[in-house]
């Protein structure tokens, strides 16, 4: 955005008008002269692009790096009975270790900062035979598959 209201003060400063400025970057007429009196007024800082930092984080870069150690661990070297980390534990975690409460369906933003994904253990048949599958696979498979109709 900044560099789309920089050309188009370059623009107005070469002697185009704001109409045909606004057709040429694709910008509403009066965003172009809004630009262009907050560059008369304050020059070119006047229409950089200003951070919007929004809220500061619960938890510091610092307390996430200790969370992803934690996490890595294990959740049996978390204290819980089992080895599937869920977001209600994760939360829980969080809550005992640095001592800050986030809800569970919230957590998950944190998970995914931290670069980590959703995964769901597969389940699969004790009986399941994984030869037999893959002999299936590559003999009768090709038998039966459909081959796609030749144009005529």
Request: charged share 35%; net charge positive; with cysteine.
């Amino acid at each position: 955005m900044e560099v789309r209201r920089r050309l188009a003060v370059r623009m107005l400063s070469q002697g185009k008008t704001a109409s045909e400025v606004s057709k040429l970057v694709g910008a509403n007429l009066s965003s172009v002269k809004r630009w262009k009196a907050a560059w008369k007024k304050g020059g070119v800082e006047a229409i950089a692009a200003k951070p919007h930092p929004g809220r500061k984080p619960r938890l510091t870069t610092a307390q996430k790096r200790n969370l992803e150690r934690i996490l890595l661990r294990g959740p049996r070297a978390a204290g819980f009975s089992s080895d599937l980390w869920t977001c209600g534990r994760v939360a829980e975690t969080i809550r005992r270790r640095f001592d800050v409460t986030y809800h569970p369906d919230h957590v998950w933003r944190i998970l995914q900062g931290l670069g980590w994904s959703c995964q769901k253990p597969e389940l699969r048949a004790r009986e399941r035979d994984e030869a037999a599958i893959d002999g299936w696979r590559t003999r009768d498979w090709p038998r039966i598959k459909k081959e796609p109709r030749t144009p005529s």
